[in-house]
C-alpha cells in the first residue's frame, strides 16, 4: 500500500495529465453531429499516428549492427508514417466535400 | 529544452484540432491544425531528440527513407481511394499505427532483455536497492507488455474489418465464440502478468508467444461482429491504437504521444458510443450481438411473398407527375457511384415543378455521414438533404419516395419485429408515403443479412438494375416525355 501511494506520488504528473486528457477528449467531441462521425473518427486516427515519434525513438537508438532493431525500426517508422500522412490526407478528402455543400 | 515547447505545441494542435473537427465549419482547418502540430513534433523529434546521457538519434538515413516511403505510398492510397472506399482506408491506417506501436513493444522488449541479461548488469541490483530495480522493470514491461497487446489486438482487427468492408472477409462465428474470446483474454492477460511479474522472466519467447495470441485475439474480436457494424469497431479499434500510442508516451516520457494517444482514446471511445446511439444500440448488443447468424431464420420465413416490378417508363411519368419526390440514397448509389446521375435527375424533376428532397438516414452507406459526402460531392444543395427526423414528418405527404440502393434502414422491421436484429433501430418511414419504388440489383436482402417486408408492400414497386444506369435510364425516359 505504501509503494501504491509512493508511486502515485512520484508519477503524479503523468497521473493529472491521463485523467485531464480523458475529460478533455471527452468534451471536446461532445456534440459532434452525425454528419461528422465519420470525418472526426479519421481525423483522430490520423492524431494517434503521434506513436511516429516513439517509431523515429527506436530507430534512431538503433545500434547500427543490430539488423532486427534496424528492420522493426525502419517498419515501425514506415508504417506510423502511413498512419500519420494517409490519415491526415484522407480526412482532409472527406472534408473538402463538406466545404463545397455550404457554399 | 526547445524539443519540449514543440511537443507543448503539437499537445494543443491536437486538442484544437479535434474540437475544430467537430464542428463542420472549422472541420477541414482543424484536419491542417493537427496535422502542422504533428509535423512539427515529427521534425523535433529528429533534430533534438537526446537520450538522458545526451546522446542524439542516429541512423538518420534509415528514418528518412522511412519516411519518405511511407508519406508517398500513404499519401497516393489516400488520394487514390474512392470515396466508397473510405471506411476500408480509414482501418486500414489504424491498423499501421497499431502496427507501429506494436514493433515500438517489440524493439523496447529485446533491449530490456538484451540489458537485463548482459552480465555486467547483474551490478544493478548492487547499486541500487532490489526493489528499486525491481519496480522499475515491472513498470517498464507493464507499458511495453500493454503497448504490444493493444496494439496487436488493433492491428489484427482493423485488417479484418477492412476485409470485412471490401468484402474479401465474410461473417464467420460459431458456437461458443464468446467464451474463447474471453479465454483466450484471460491467457492474454495471465501471460502479460507472469512476464512483468517476474524480474528474471524477460523471456523473449513467451513474449513472442504473447504477440500471436495478440493478434489472434484482434481477428477473433472482430470475425463475429457483423459487416453493417464494422464503422463502430473501427471507432473502437481507433481509439485502442490511440491506447496504444499513450503506452508508447509512458515509454518514453514524451508528454505529445501521452496527450494525443488519450486524447483520442478518450473521444474515440465517446465517438463509438454515439455511433451506437445513432443507430439505437448499445455498445454491448453490437460487439456480441453477432448478425446474421441466427437473425436469418425468423425474418426469412416470414417476408417471403409477392413483389411487383415497375418498368423505367412508368417510373419517370410517376416521378414527372408528382408533387414531391424524396430520393432515399443507400450504399446501392454509393457502390454505382451514382451521385451524379441522381443530381441530374434531382434538377430535371425540378425544372419540370416538382419539390425533391434527399432523406438521409444517419448510418445510411457502410459509414455515418456517407451519403452527405457522396451527395455533396455532386454539388447536391445543402438544404435538399433532410436528417431522418425532418424527413419523417414529411413522408406522409410524399407522392414518391424513390430508395437507391438502402435496404436495412428503411426496413419496417425495426419498428414491427422485435424477432429481428435490427429492432429498435430508428428508420426512414418511407411506407408513409403514396408511392415507394425502390432500386436495388435483386432482391437479395442488404448488409445486415435480413428480408425486408417493405418490398412486399403493395404500395411498393421494385426498380432492378444498377443505380447508375437505371437513373441515367430514367432521366432520358423523362427528357422525352
Known sequence: METLLEKIALHQDYIYIVVLMIFLGIEVIGRVPSVLHTPLMSGANAIHGVVIIGAIIVMGKADPSNYLALGLGFLAVILGTLNVVGGFVVTDRMLEMFRHKQK | ?481
Not at chain 2, 514493433?103 to 541500487?128: K, M, Y
Request: some cysteine; glycine content about 12%; charged content about 15%.
Open chain 2, 1 to 481: 529544452m526547445l524539443l519540449t515547447v514543440i511537443y507543448l505545441l503539437a499537445s494543443v494542435s491536437f486538442i484544437l484540432g479535434l474540437k475544430m473537427l467537430s464542428n463542420p465549419a472549422s472541420a477541414r482547418k482543424g484536419n491542417l491544425i493537427a496535422a502542422a502540430g504533428m509535423g512539427l513534433a515529427i521534425l523535433g523529434t529528429i533534430f533534438l531528440y537526446e537520450e538522458s546521457d545526451g546522446t542524439k538519434l542516429g541512423n538518420y538515413g534509415w528514418i528518412f527513407g522511412g519516411l519518405i516511403i511511407g508519406t508517398v505510398i500513404g499519401t497516393l492510397a489516400a488520394k487514390k481511394v474512392k470515396m466508397t472506399a473510405m471506411p476500408e482506408m480509414v482501418s486500414l491506417f489504424n491498423g499501421m499505427g497499431g502496427a507501429c506501436a506494436a514493433l515500438i513493444s517489440i524493439t523496447e522488449f529485446n533491449h530490456l532483455a538484451e540489458t537485463l541479461h548482459q552480465p555486467h548488469d547483474v551490478q544493478l541490483g548492487e547499486i541500487f536497492p532490489a526493489s528499486a530495480a525491481y519496480s522499475a522493470w515491472v513498470g517498464k514491461s507493464i507499458v511495453i507488455l500493454a503497448g504490444l497487446i493493444i496494439g496487436s489486438v488493433s492491428f489484427s482487427g482493423s485488417v479484418i474489418a477492412w476485409g470485412k468492408l471490401n468484402g474479401k472477409i465474410h461473417d464467420f462465428a460459431f458456437k461458443g465464440q464468446h467464451l474463447i474470446n474471453g479465454l483466450l483474454f484471460l491467457v492474454l492477460l495471465g501471460l502479460a502478468g507472469w512476464i512483468a511479474g517476474v524480474y528474471e522472466n524477460a523471456n523473449t519467447t513467451v513474449f513472442y508467444v504473447l504477440l500471436i495470441l495478440s493478434l489472434l485475439y484482434g481477428v477473433f474480436f472482430v470475425l463475429p461482429i457483423g459487416g453493417a457494424d464494422m464503422p463502430v469497431v473501427i471507432s473502437l479499434l481507433n481509439s485502442f491504437t490511440g491506447v496504444a500510442a499513450a503506452c508508447g508516451g509512458f515509454l518514453y516520457n514524451n508528454k505529445a504521444m501521452l496527450t494525443g494517444g488519450i486524447l483520442v482514446g478518450a473521444a474515440g471511445t465517446l465517438l463509438t458510443i454515439l455511433m451506437c446511439k445513432a443507430m439505437n444500440r448499445s455498445l454491448l448488443n453490437v460487439l456480441i450481438g453477432s448478425f446474421g447468424g441466427h437473425a436469418g431464420g425468423v425474418a426469412a420465413a416470414r417476408a417471403q411473398g409477392n413483389y411487383k416490378e415497375i418498368s423505367l417508363s412508368d417510373t419517370a411519368i410517376l416521378l414527372t407527375y408528382a408533387h414531391k419526390v424524396m430520393i432515399v440514397p443507400g450504399y446501392g448509389l454509393a457502390v454505382a457511384q451514382a451521385q451524379h446521375a441522381c443530381h441530374e435527375l434531382e434538377k430535371l424533376l425540378t425544372e419540370k415543378g416538382v419539390e425533391v428532397k434527399y432523406a438521409i438516414h444517419p448510418v445510411a452507406g457502410r459509414m455515418p455521414g456517407h451519403m452527405n459526402v457522396l451527395l455533396a460531392e455532386a454539388d447536391v444543395d445543402y438544404d435538399q438533404l433532410l436528417e431522418m427526423e425532418a424527413a419523417n414528418e414529411q413522408f406522409s405527404n410524399t407522392d414518391v419516395v424513390l430508395v437507391l440502393g438502402a435496404n436495412d434502414v428503411v426496413n419496417p422491421a425495426a419498428k414491427t419485429d422485435p424477432a429481428s436484429p435490427i429492432y429498435g433501430m430508428p428508420i426512414l418511414e418511407v411506407e408513409l408515403a403514396k408511392n415507394c419504388i425502390v432500386n436495388k440489383r435483386s432482391m437479395k436482402p442488404g448488409y445486415a443479412g435480413i428480408e425486408n417486408e417493405l418490398f412486399f408492400q403493395p404500395k411498393t414497386s421494385m426498380l432492378f438494375g444498377d443505380a447508375k444506369k437505371v437513373l441515367e435510364a430514367i432521366s432520358t425516359e423523362i427528357k422525352n416525355l
